[in-house]
């Protein structure tokens, strides 16, 4: 934008852009090495459902530089950090750096995905702040490099801006598109629990990765034209570490995969997801789970990322 579009420096805007953000469950995740640098590579398959959280960003002036003032609010009130801590803010902190640019940003997160349950739902969220400010600033950044943007802020954000069904190697955000996963009911079970992504891989044993991660890549993409099917060979490594540690998860994973063609860990947890043929009844199982005290969520797969309304 031209610098005479500003009036001392301040240019009125006055947009608001709603974006939705998708939950995502993993289909695989296997867990290659650990790097000098601390972090873990992996191999896995994203799969976005549709399941959202809600993220309006406005944009009430635009500055010609300087530090952007960015205000969060959060509902319900507690779901997530209502300050600079929270991705959003920071995923819009990121675009005006990279971009040169600033402004009063004033972002309220409405928020459905748990949070510390392995559905990516902080994730999410920034990815939608990074496609909400492309829009507002009329930047007409390229997917491409919004996916690039978002890898700093999060291994899982770049997945958000292409959504689908997707490979992720290297820390995750490495992607390549797969054949698009179209039916089955994803249904999505979580206790109260609580579990951090960084703990989970701290207490995982390399010595247990034996599988070969490229051999079971090549055997999923034909069968993922006909998922959800028995044959599935996917699998979530990170289980090792979890699920000893939690019995009650156990008993869970163990149940939805007498029942189910295809169930497991999604990410590090604690949300564990199962899929089900289109058509199925599943009404006494949520019965059943509900009164265990579990979140209980069926939701269909989504075809892409974040969707601006």
Known sequence: MNNSDFTKGRKAVGKTVTVKAPAKVN?????????HDGYHEIETVFQAVSFFDTVEV????QFAGGEPNISITVAPTGSAPADETNLCWQAARLF???MSLSGEINIHLVKTIPSEAGLGGGSSDAAAVLKACDILFETRL???KLEQMGSTLG??????????TALGRGTGAVLTSLPAVRTGQFLIAKPSLKLKTADVYGNLKMGLTVNSTQANIKVMKPILARFPQDTWPGFNRLESAVLPQQPALQRLVLRLQELAPVAMLSGSGSAVMAVFPDGEDLSELITELEADGLFVKIVGPHGSGVVVQ
Not at 27 to 35: A, D, T
Not at 58 to 61: A, I, N, P, T
Request: charged letters at 30%; glycine letters at 10%; proline letters at 3%.
């Open 96 to 98: 005006c750096r990279e």
């Open 155 to 164: 291994a899982d954000v770049p997945f958000f801006i292409k959504g689908g």
């Open 142 to 144: 390229s997917d491409k």
């Open 58 to 61: 406005g944009l009430s002036v």
């Open 27 to 35: 289909l695989h995740l296997e867990v290659v090495r650990q790097r």
